[in-house]
């Protein structure tokens, strides 16, 4: 059998979209769907062409249009690497506008837009795939959807910020305080040059936006997940950014660390009640799972019923672990497989 | 919408199978596929019926004919939880004839007979799944054939055997040996009268096997999987039969312990000769991950490019979380998702 190959245009060459480039230009045998079909780069879109090409990317491919790329005939599937709000809302509501399915790793634009965009991906009857939108290459919102389907979910807990876990490891490992510490990941690559994103939690808020959209059915409002503690470490103040060495300090004393934990729960003694998400210093023992998970990875746990507790863990970032999920959600559009919500109902509102 | 019911024939009662059983009988809603249709119980299997009425199984349902069962026209899918060769065998090949899909939680059947259940399968087009014959109710099966098919896997490894995990535990915290183990673990319910397919390794075998068919194509003969150790702890005898108290305490005097590993890889530099398989007693880092997995837990970790490592943890055994996976499947077939295996090539010949 022999089909006609998937065209995809990639908007974005960071180091997400370049691995994922690379993947579609050197192994595209590997990626091929067994039908006979498959993937092809259509094109890649950047913000400066000259320095994208002096990167080694294929000169006849790279473009400054990514809406152009997105419209073209002959682009199949869009993949948006861009990150953040726009332009890449307005994209991705056009791919799926037009019928052509889009994989993204995009946690802003789906914790903001979720609702807007399953709307008209649902309304057009065109994919949207993003498992690569929470714990980078750690499979999590498929097995949600799929494996974990028979389970009434009560809870979804974790570590899915690479950068807070790395500041708050530091501090906890070398006992320095926050601001030297954010001062040496900014040096080291961990930590962007404005790390607010990541360290007052909206990274992390964004992610547990998306996991409770799998977990619990419907899309919850960014601005409803807490990220200012009332009292315990960091207390006052937004994600990690209140952490002091006391705060380390006095988890160490009692036999725990500070970790970032993301986490939403069905309220209610019989768990039907409102889902109730944060994301906030927690002091967990230092010997627990989610404890020991330091530096940059991610670790996600799911509570739920019959199944009990399981657990994914792994890179959280990167661009090649990240790359592993983009690829998977292409291999499973040119499968036939749909959404990452296949088979969920459509999301409810909060609740 | 509406369809008409799926109905579910399903062979044994044990553990696993009761939960399946109140699951579809209790919150059919829950597990209803999206497109209107709905799960049914068809009837029950067992050995003895009038045992199965006393246990509260309904009465109208329990049936000790289970080749009529699976035949009856009104059964349409096959959830056969009898485990072990025959009858299973001949059952499962005789569903999938039929074109009716089957799910299985069973390892042995699965590592032994996968390559002709797989043909079957594939010439009537009558999907196979198997998601709970590894890990009890943890996602992994699916995550290899999906979220992690743009990879290139080069090992898979784990402690996949919740009975030998807790006899090694407890020789590790209580200084007991190997015998007087098994005997308490006899006594508590971890092991069974006959623990031989556990204490040898050959459960353990059996998931390696099935875990190899979704990581590397191919099935590979149980007998080709080393489960005798030329040196180290246990040497010369199977599984962890030879497993001594000396052998824990040499372990944990170089700061590890002892676990049954279950491990396959691409063997070569290149990752491209044949794959290596054995199940052995191995000294871990008491403090690494897996050294750290106790009881009945299982965890089993993924190598691949470009993803790097991921692991996904959780009970690997037990009726309500092994009854996760069965669900899942069923749910997945109700879906339209095929055979676990499904988009990935057919199985080649072990290498």
Known sequence: MSAAPLRVALLGAG???RAVARALLERPAELAPTDGSSLELAGIAVRDVERARAAG???????DAPAHLVAAADTDIVVELIGGDEPARTLIAAALQAGKPVVTANKHVLAHHGAELEAIARRTATPLRFEASVGGGIPVLGPLATELAG???SAVRGIVNGTTNYILSAMTDDGSDY?????AAQAAGYA???PAGD?????AVNKLVVLARLAFGCWLAPGAVATIAA???GAGRPGITGVTSADIDAARSAGGVVKLIARARRAGDAGSGPIVADVLPTVVPASSELGRTGGVLNRIEVEAVPVGTVAFS????GGDATSSAVLGDLIAIARGLGSTWAGLPPATAAR
Do not use: S
């Open 15 to 17: 180091t997400v979209g």
């Open 314 to 317: 792994g890179p959280g970032a």
């Open 151 to 153: 389970n009434r979910i």
């Open 192 to 194: 962007e040059a404005d």
């Open 199 to 203: 360290v007052e939690g909206q990274d």
């Open 179 to 183: 601001g030297t510490v954010v001062t």
């Open 231 to 233: 009292d315990g470490p």
């Open 57 to 63: 990317l294929p000169a006849g491919l790279v473009t």
